[in-house]
């Protein structure tokens, strides 16, 4: 090595080995999560302890067993819910959140700078500190139980990582079309809805993604809100097969579900994978 | 992306615009608060509503069965908790009740505070190792940040958490791998009190993703020019990691840094999980949130559960006034721009 002749040899070489050390430890990383969904087709007593990637009987049992659900409600109905409440959602996260961005990024108004910064406090604030209030204030409501008391703050534009992320997004975008549809007689709804929103169609798409991966994901709000099997949606009912004090009964079961739960994830992670990336970078989105 | 915030904070557009009419004004105003309505109608109502409520809360015995009999008890909630620093077992709240104190909150701090300590740095250290790794011009790094990403993608989910119950049981993966390579006599690492909190640390290592992508992304900005010029003047690799990479990429690290600590304050759903809704054996993975969690909604104490969340609120404020105020020392914010 660092000999002039050799020196194209030798980066060949680190080139290569920097690959299969590369390659190795990613597999490493997702090792867990290909076995898991392996062992979902393995019969419920060849889970334990075989470590092998490869199973020596395939069944799709455990699917069956697992799919039953939850005192009588099946995971049909538990997906269902999931999207369902994901995609309204998506609806209100896109509507309220970009308007707030649009008012950041753009418009000139008295208190601009100081609701910003207030934004960007809340951006910091532990859920905690308001969660029983809310809980309070939404029982009285007689919202707990239903979807409400998760729906609603998202058409309330209470994520303020995406008011966030939109606002930079906004402020990058050239203001001279906003000068040119003005003069062209667009309001400021016109220039909203016209030039704003389709420009950073981009920054939408990773806002909608997130919020599909969050509320999917947000078990905390759904173990306090939904109290009814019929309402549960994945991630609650998955819970299910967790009994107090963590003693698992269906094994195979609570495998097969939980690698189904993930499907919807990997599949818009594959998609749409840049959009993830942009998000990540420009707000430091924890995953 | 700190840099950029502060711009907007300092930028004074209003007084810089063109001077309108007064109608022009008021009109510019309304249309703006309307764009602004939904977000600040959610702030004053779910946010600042329910801070100021939480607080007052927190000096209540609120019980959230008989809120009728909600009794203003002073600093009773904050001595439930500290209580036993002070050696107390008992004390007498200004109601003149006598109170317990909480046997178990020390331990969920000490629990909460040993899983950031350990998992943070472990975490960006971790990241930033992969992430130095990518930063080569190599073939399919984009695949490669994918695969590498997809543990941060899917870890926080119920899913993964059972996954780990799983994986580190006495009859588990881990054991079995262990186990195939001759390992014998192992612990099942969730049930035993002294590896259970490890196994959790570990989970929060592996999502080490979105650390990863913004170390990437800001070892991008880092000018080649500056490793070329230090290489001619002799230095080495490691010379040029702590005085070229460490000091030009310290804002990124101050970044994530203060990202990953708020969330693992109030990291939730995998302590749940693993310890199937309680704190696990002897309580060794009770975490902060967890115990927040069973105190409100389990015994319905729920002026003793916002007493909590404010003293969660004021650790996370100091400690990120901590970080922020010893970023005078270690983050340059200088050859960057």
Same mark, same amino acid.
């Given at each position: ?120 406090? /809340?951006?910091? !604030?532990?859920?905690?500190?308001? !969660? ?82 969050? /509320? ?72 | ?21 007064? $109608? ?68 007498? @709240? ?16 000490? $629990? ?19 992430? #130095? ?40 993966? +881990? ?59 002799? @230095? ?15 804002? +990124?690290?101050?970044?994530?840094? $203060? ?21 696990? $054996? ?9 115990? #927040? ?15 909590? @969340? ?28």
């Amino acid at each position: 090595m660092g000999l002039g002749n050799n020196m194209k040899t030798s980066r060949v070489v680190r080139l290569t080995l920097t690959h299969l050390f590369i390659i190795a430890l990613g597999l490493l990383m997702i090792y867990p999560i290909v076995w898991m969904i392996v062992s979902s087709f393995k019969p419920n007593n060849m889970i334990f302890s075989d470590p092998g990637l490869i199973p020596k009987a395939v069944t799709i049992e455990n699917y069956v067993s697992g799919w039953k659900g939850y005192a009588g409600t099946s995971f049909g109905r538990f997906f269902a819910n999931s999207f369902l409440m994901c995609a309204v959602a998506i609806v209100g996260n896109l509507l309220t959140c970009t308007m707030a961005a649009y008012a950041f990024g753009r418009l000139k108004f008295v208190g601009r700078n100081f609701w910003f910064a207030v934004m960007m406090i /809340t951006l910091m !604030l532990p859920a905690h500190v308001t !969660l029983v209030p809310r809980y309070i204030l939404f029982n009285t409501f007689g919202w707990v139980g239903s979807y409400l008391p998760i729906l609603v703050p998202k058409f309330l534009a209470t994520d303020a990582f995406f008011v966030f992320l939109l606002v930079q997004f906004i402020r990058s975008l050239p203001k001279e079309l906003d000068e040119a549809a003005t003069i062209d007689g667009c309001g400021q709804f016109g220039v909203f809805s016209r030039i704003i929103v389709p420009l950073a169609s981009p920054a939408l798409v990773t806002m909608a993604l997130f919020t599909f991966l969050w /509320t999917w994901d947000d078990f905390f709000n759904q173990l306090l809100y939904l109290t009814r099997p019929e309402t549960f949606t994945v991630a609650r009912a998955l819970r299910t097969f967790v009994g107090d004090a963590g003693a698992v009964s269906n094994w195979g079961g609570t495998l097969a579900m939980a690698a189904l739960a993930m499907v919807p994830i990997f599949i818009l992670f594959f998609a749409l994978q840049k959009y993830f990336v942009q998000g990540i970078t420009t707000t430091g989105i924890k995953g | 992306m700190i840099k950029t915030s502060t711009r907007l904070f300092t930028k004074n557009s209003f007084f810089m615009s063109k001077k309108p009419g007064i $109608v022009k004004f008021f009109r510019r105003n309304a249309v703006a608060y309307m764009f602004l309505t939904p977000w600040l109608l959610g702030f004053l109502v779910l946010t600042l509503y329910p801070m100021v409520y939480s607080l007052w809360l927190s000096f209540t015995n609120y019980d959230f069965t008989q809120p009728d009999s909600t009794q203003w008890i002073g600093l009773g909630n904050y001595l439930k908790m500290f209580g036993p620093v002070f050696g107390l077992s008992e004390f007498t @709240a200004s109601t003149g009740e006598v109170m317990r104190v909480d046997p178990y909150y020390l331990k969920s701090l000490s $629990v909460t505070f040993t899983y950031v300590f350990v998992s943070v740095p472990l975490k960006l250290i971790f990241a930033l190792a992969v992430a #130095l790794l990518m930063n080569q011009k190599l073939r399919g790094v984009s695949f490669y940040r994918a695969v590498y990403y997809i543990p941060t993608l899917l870890g926080g989910s119920v899913a993964i958490a059972v996954l780990w119950r799983k994986l580190f049981e006495k009859d588990g993966l +881990v054991n079995g791998l262990l186990g195939a390579i001759g390992f014998t006599d192992l612990p099942g690492w969730i049930t035993n009190p002294n590896y259970a909190l490890g196994t959790l640390v570990l989970l929060s290592v592996w999502q080490f993703g979105s650390s990863m992508i913004i170390f990437l992304a800001g070892l991008k900005q880092i000018p080649e020019e500056y490793y070329e010029a230090a290489s001619v003047d002799g @230095a080495n690799k490691v010379q040029q990691f702590f005085s070229i990479t460490i000091p030009l990429l310290s804002p +990124v690290i101050l970044f994530n840094l $203060v990202i990953q600590m708020i969330s693992a304050f109030q990291v939730f759903t995998q302590a749940y999980i693993v310890g199937g809704g309680r704190g696990g $054996v002897l309580n060794s993975t009770l975490f902060y949130t967890l115990h #927040l969690y069973i105190q409100g909604w389990t015994y319905h104490e729920m002026g003793y559960a916002s007493a909590m @969340a404010w003293v969660l609120l004021l650790i996370i404020g100091v400690l990120t006034a901590i970080v922020f105020r010893s970023s005078n020392w270690w983050v340059s914010y200088g050859a960057g721009e």
